[in-house]
C-alpha cells in the first residue's frame, strides 16, 4: 500500500481539511511518487466538489502558488548501493503549520 492508497482511503477527510485552508506536504521519492500524490490530490478535489478533473488540478497548482501544497523531494541514486540520495533543490518546500 502507497501514501495515494491511503490518500484515496481519506479523501473526505483531505477534501475536509483543504476546504478548512489546511496545508498539504509531502515528502518522498520525486521520481513517482510525488507526481502521483499530485495527480490523487486533484482528483480528490474534483471529485468531492464536484468539479471536473481540470480545475482540480487548477485548485492544486493555486495551493502550490500559495504555498498550501508543499513538497520536499529527492531522488534515488540507485546506481549506488548505499542508496545516497540527491536533493531536488527546486522542489523543497517550507514546513506547513498543519501536515495531513
Keep these: 500500500m502507497y501514501v495515494q492508497h491511503r490518500l484515496n482511503e481519506r479523501a473526505d477527510e483531505i477534501n475536509q481539511l483543504l476546504e478548512k485552508k489546511g496545508y498539504f506536504y509531502v515528502c518522498g521519492d520525486a521520481s513517482k511518487m510525488a507526481r502521483e500524490v499530485n495527480t490523487i490530490m486533484g482528483r480528490i478535489i474534483s471529485e468531492k466538489r464536484g468539479l471536473s478533473e481540470a480545475k482540480g488540478q ?20 540507485e546506481s549506488k548501493n548505499d ?13 506547513p503549520h498543519l501536515t495531513v
Design 83 to 95: 542508496a545516497m540520495l540527491t536533493m531536488d533543490l527546486g522542489c523543497m518546500g517550507l514546513i
Design 58 to 77: 487548477e485548485i492544486v497548482k493555486q495551493m502550490r502558488s500559495s504555498n498550501q501544497y508543499q513538497e520536499v523531494c529527492f531522488f534515488a541514486d
